[in-house]
Nanobody, 121 residues
Framework: QVQLVESGGGLVQPGGSLRLSCAASGSIFSINAMGWYRQAPGKARELVAG???????NYAASVKGRFTISRDNAKNTMYLQMNSLKPEDTAVYYC???????????????WGQGTQVTVSS
């Protein structure tokens, strides 16, 4: 059993900041790549930012320079610091994590439950 718990979403004014967290727990041997996705109403889910097991980040062009992804391997936790938020950042944000369980030879990717981010004045 693996659980991903997201937190940190909410309502913020344009130009404001939020910090999302995604904590993995349960039967975990190793964690590979991690990423944040978002889905706005009526739109497809899209990759916002990803981070490799070695800590190398990548970002969607729409958030580059405003968002920062990071991970704490000791805590099995990933973060997304979101600054200079815009109304178009409004969406449900999901974390996605590659996890290898004990006695397994491969990684499976798990989704968090999602957290709502609303940017509005």
């Amino acid at each position: 059993q693996v659980q991903l718990v997201e937190s940190g979403g909410g309502l913020v004014q344009p130009g404001g900041s939020l910090r999302l967290s995604c904590a993995a727990s349960g039967s975990i041997f190793s964690i590979n790549a991690m990423g944040w996705y978002r889905q706005a109403p009526g739109k497809a889910r899209e990759l916002v930012a990803g981070i490799t097991s070695g800590g190398a980040p990548n970002y969607a062009a729409s958030v580059k320079g405003r968002f920062t992804i990071s991970r704490d391997n000791a805590k099995n936790t990933m973060y997304l610091q979101m600054n200079s938020l815009k109304p178009e950042d409004t969406a449900v944000y999901y974390c996605n994590v590659g996890i290898q369980q004990p006695h397994s030879s491969w990684y499976s990717y798990y989704w968090g439950q999602g957290t709502q981010v609303t940017v509005s004045s």
